[in-house]
């Protein structure tokens, strides 16, 4: 019951930079761990990032780890994802998504998210 919305994608040149952002509507947000996913043509969504409901904890997937940067503001309703370093292999949809149900031990589970936008795509140049 929470509508996402993404923006920022397009097309980056390898070794830049793009941020992501991500509005929810309503007026639980806070309540909502978020996470981040990408999903290639003919692949499975993958885990890309997430982050608790207070924005004290996070999750990295090892071939973004210490490129891309989660982050939330909760009084905006907004989830970031701050993207350096760039990469062709990084060319995808992103989505983000959102769930109530989350703990520190299944953020970095895909499944486990129930609510998704609608995808913004993001292209590498190589």
């Known amino acids: 019951q929470v509508q996402l919305v993404e923006s920022g994608g397009g097309l980056v040149q390898a070794g830049g930079s793009v941020r992501l952002s991500c509005v929810a509507s309503?007026?639980?947000?806070?309540?909502?761990?978020m996470a981040w996913l990408r999903q290639a043509p003919g692949k499975e969504r993958e885990f890309v990032a997430a982050?608790?409901?207070?924005?004290?904890?996070?999750d990295n997937a090892d071939a973004v780890n210490g490129r891309f940067t989660i982050s939330r503001d909760n009084a905006k309703n907004t989830v970031y994802l701050q993207m350096n370093s760039l990469k062709h292999e990084d060319t995808d949809v992103y989505y983000c998504?959102?769930?109530?149900?989350?703990?520190?031990?299944?953020?970095?589970?895909?499944?486990?998210?129930?609510?998704w936008g609608q995808g913004t795509q993001v292209t590498v140049s190589s």
């Open positions: 998504a959102a769930d109530l149900r989350i703990t520190l031990g299944s953020m970095s589970m895909t499944e486990k998210y129930n609510y």
């Open positions: 309503g007026r639980t947000f806070r309540d909502y761990s």
């Open positions: 982050i608790n409901r207070g924005g004290g904890s996070t």
